[in-house]
Structures are given as structure tokens and as C-alpha cells.
């Protein structure tokens, strides 16, 4: 017979377990880092170089204090050490440097770089970094679409950097505007980065992190439509030839991880990396042929806009001190005399050799050519397996592979492919971005696991185990 009681069988009701308010600040601060270096040249168009260098030291500052403060889970014997190595190696071009003080000022970016990606990673999760990531990518993307609401609709003209009207009589070269008002009259929009091609790669690279969010099961799924849908809206009228081949690029790499994923013995990946390298070769061969044509077709010229002369020279200097370079100096500072009126292009200094690897060997010589091909190798090294392999720690080897890691591989295409027209790798969320990832894969191999992963993911909707997508 049934009795009644005043003690009930099942365990009292619990409040759902919830982020602390400490664990928010913290996650916002990193939202702001990695926003502050995807903003890139938005701090000197909009607050000039003092403000830029203020934000850069004191952002390194309290990210150190927190680092000390929180004592974050960290294998200090697993840490990316060819980029540390590559970045030590920067630092000791003070002992060389041509342009000193340039040196020092570019280093202080590089190390506040460095350190605030080590940081990120150290105190989050991979599914908080990926989180944290899609967070920074929505403020760039709404800056930059707000901007140009207000430069049309508002401000009703071209705008200079630190909010200036030109007058009638300005003459210079449309490449120094912060804005061409070009919202609703077709032409290219630069967003909040005062180019069109730093935008065309933060929505390319915005694309990519919310596809990867809504395959993770990530909530709120509709509004991540709508902000890739802004995000491809950007892309296109950003109008990149080379960030459009970074894309190309990015769609092979995913389609071959997929297919890489599809192997259910040890020898079935040799057929897929033997066609991965034929149609490699074929593409590149097609696009070295064909490339009048080509890029003909996406608007600019075969040495992409008059790349090869800024080669040229870059060459010529970089044949004078081959070994060790004429010192660090990532960008090239405009001041400095051996930079300014160097090369010119639209009557404005050059700021960098328009390739990765130029500008390494112009710096760092040889010696910092190796350091950064090793650190690019490693990197991409364990992204790819990252990507492809089950993930497996025990007996069970038929775990469903995990969205989130197709990730470091896909932004390590789009960084590979965009050094060969760009130094951007080499600074801001570039190389923010390869340290962070290069450290976390190093940290934490297995998503969910290890004791840097052993900590509550406050991301409610996402799941430990996702399907294959």
C-alpha cells in the first residue's frame, strides 16, 4: 500500500550549473584581445599611433597580471618553440638592426602578440577559444557595416583616418582614405581597416568559424546564419582577388579532410594524399599558366597590382645581407628613413614586401626564414592531424570526429595562401592566430581531454561529442 512521505526518493532540485562572474570578465577581456588584434590599422584610422601603442602595451600587461593571478593548467615542456624560437631570434636582430628603433617598436607588437595568445589558450577551453574567436569576428564584421552605414548616411562623403574631411583641393591617391563612401554606389567597402583586403580576410575568415560553430551544434544557430550571411555580404564587396584564392583554397582543404575522415584502413589515406597532391599540382600549374587570364578575370593584374616591383626591390636589399637581415621590423615603420620614400606606391610609402617570406628574409635572413618555416610546418603538421584523425584515448577507436577541429587547418590554408601577396601572417591576428592555435593543439591534442580541457565549458549547446559533419 502506498504510504506518503516527507522524504522523496529522487535528490533535491539543483540551479543549473552556470559560468561565474569572474569566468565572464575573463571571457570578455579575450573577446576584447583578440578583437583589439583583428582591428589591426583600425586603431591608427581612428585614434592615431599613441592611442595604438597604448592599447598594445597595456593589453599585455594586464593579460600577464591575469596569467599570474589565474596560474592557468599549462605543460610548460609542449609549448610552440619554433615560434618562440623565431621570436627570440627577432628579439637578438637588436644586436644588428639597420633601423633600430623601428626594431624596438615592432618588437613590442610581435611579444604582446605572442604573449596574448599564449594566454588565450592557456586559460580556455578549445570549444571557449572557438567561442571567443566567433565573438571578435562579430564586432569586426559590425563595425565595420555600422561605418559604412554612417559614412553614407551620415558623414555623406570620403572620410580621412582620424575622422577628417578632405577638402576640395585634396589630392591624394584614394588608397589613403579611411572610407570611399562606397556603400551604395558599388564600389569596394574597407570596413573599419581603411582596406578592403584585411576586411575581404576577416569575413573570409568569419565564414569559416561560424560554419564551424553551427556544425559544433553551437545555440542560437539562426543568428549565426544571419551573421555568416553578413559575412559573405562583406566578402564579396570587399571584392580580394587573392583573399577569393584563399577561399578556393580553404574548399579544397576541407573537401580533402573530409574525405581523409572517410578512411577505414591504415592504407586508404595513400590514395587520397596521392590525388590531394595531383590536384595540388594541378592548380598551381593551371593558375601559373592561365594566370593573365585568371586574374584577368578577378580584376587585377598577373603580379597582383604591382607586386613584382616591390619584389624586385625587396630582393636587392635582401641580396646585401643574406644571413642575418637588416633587423625586425614587422610593419616597416614609415618613419624611419631607410623605409620612407623606399618604395612608393600611389605616392604613399610601402609598409610591407607584399609576401611572407620576403619580408622574413629581408629581417631575419635566412636564419629567420628556417625559424618561420619550421614554425609554419609544425603547425600545420598538427593541424592537419588534428583534423583528420579519430579522436582516441583508450580502446574505442570509432569516436565520431569533432567539427571544431577542422578549424587550425582551414585558418592555416587561408594564412599559407594569403603570405604569398601579404606579410599580414607575420602580425596582428596572423600570427595571433598560429601561436594561439600552434600552443593549444600542443596543449590539449584531443578536444574535451587533458588536463588543460578539464574545466566546465560554460558554451551550454555544445557537446562534447558532435557528429561528423
Not at 153 to 162: E, H, K, Q, V
Not at 213 to 223: E, M, Q, T
Not at 371 to 383: C, D, E, G, K, T
Request: with cysteine.
Amino acid at each position: 500500500m502506498a504510504v506518503s512521505s516527507r522524504h522523496p526518493v529522487s535528490a533535491p532540485p539543483t540551479a543549473p550549473v552556470r559560468e561565474t562572474t569572474g569566468h565572464l570578465l575573463l571571457r570578455a577581456w579575450c573577446v576584447f584581445v583578440i578583437a583589439a588584434s583583428m582591428a589591426g590599422t583600425s586603431w591608427l584610422m581612428a585614434f592615431g599611433t599613441v592611442v595604438a601603442a597604448v592599447v598594445v602595451v597595456a593589453t599585455g600587461v594586464v593579460s600577464t597580471i591575469l596569467w599570474v593571478t589565474l596560474r592557468p593548467r599549462v605543460q610548460w615542456r609542449r609549448l610552440p618553440w619554433f615560434a618562440l624560437a623565431y621570436v627570440a631570434w627577432a628579439v637578438a636582430s637588436l644586436l644588428w638592426s639597420h633601423w633600430l628603433a623601428a626594431t624596438e617598436l615592432t618588437l613590442m607588437l610581435l611579444v604582446s602578440t605572442t604573449l596574448q595568445a599564449m594566454f588565450v589558450a592557456a586559460v580556455f577551453t578549445w570549444r571557449e577559444i572557438v567561442r571567443a574567436v566567433a565573438s571578435a569576428l562579430k564586432w569586426m564584421l559590425a563595425l565595420s557595416i555600422l561605418f559604412e552605414l554612417w559614412v553614407a548616411l551620415i558623414w555623406r562623403g570620403d572620410i580621412l583616418p582620424g575622422f577628417v574631411r578632405p577638402d576640395a583641393s585634396f589630392e591624394g591617391h584614394p588608397i589613403t582614405l579611411w572610407s570611399r563612401d562606397n556603400l551604395f554606389n558599388g564600389g569596394r567597402l574597407q570596413g573599419i581597416f581603411g582596406n578592403a583586403n584585411p576586411l575581404a580576410y576577416i569575413a573570409l575568415l568569419a565564414i569559416i568559424v561560424f560554419l564551424v560553430r553551427i556544425a559544433s551544434d553551437a545555440p542560437r544557430k539562426f543568428l549565426l546564419v544571419l551573421w555568416t550571411a553578413l559575412a559573405v555580404f562583406l566578402f564579396w564587396r570587399a571584392a580580394s582577388a587573392t583573399a577569393v584564392v584563399c577561399a578556393v583554397a580553404v574548399v579544397v582543404v576541407l573537401v580533402t579532410i573530409l574525405l581523409m575522415r572517410t578512411a577505414r584502413r591504415p592504407g586508404e589515406r595513400t590514395r587520397f594524399y596521392v590525388m590531394y597532391v595531383v590536384v595540388a599540382g594541378l592548380g598551381a600549374a593551371i593558375l601559373w599558366l592561365a594566370r593573365d587570364t585568371i586574374f584577368g578575370l578577378l580584376g587585377r593584374s598577373p603580379d597582383l597590382t604591382g607586386r613584382q616591383r616591390i619584389w624586385d626591390a625587396v630582393g636587392e636589399r635582401i641580396a646585401q645581407h643574406p644571413v642575418l637581415g637588416w633587423g625586425y621590423s614587422t610593419p616597416w615603420v614609415p618613419s624611419e628613413p631607410l623605409f620612407d620614400g623606399w618604395i612608393i606606391d600611389h605616392g604613399v610609402s610601402v609598409m610591407q614586401a607584399h609576401n611572407m617570406w620576403l619580408d622574413v628574409a629581408l629581417q631575419l635572413g635566412g636564419v629567420g626564414v628556417l625559424l618561420i618555416a619550421l614554425a609554419l610546418l609544425a603547425f600545420v603538421w598538427r593541424s592537419w592531424f588534428f583534423a583528420v584523425d579519430r579522436p582516441r584515448w583508450d580502446l574505442v577507436a570509432d569516436r565520431p570526429y569533432t567539427a571544431l577541429t577542422l578549424l587550425p587547418s582551414l585558418v592555416a590554408t587561408v594564412l599559407l595562401v594569403q603570405g604569398i601577396a601579404e606579410s599580414a601572417p607575420l602580425l596582428n591576428w596572423g600570427w595571433l592566430l598560429i601561436v594561439m592555435f600552434a600552443f593549444k593543439i600542443k596543449q590539449a591534442p584531443l578536444v574535451g581531454r587533458g588536463p588543460s580541457e578539464q574545466r566546465l565549458d560554460g558554451e551550454q549547446g555544445d557537446h562534447l561529442t558532435e557528429h561528423s559533419r
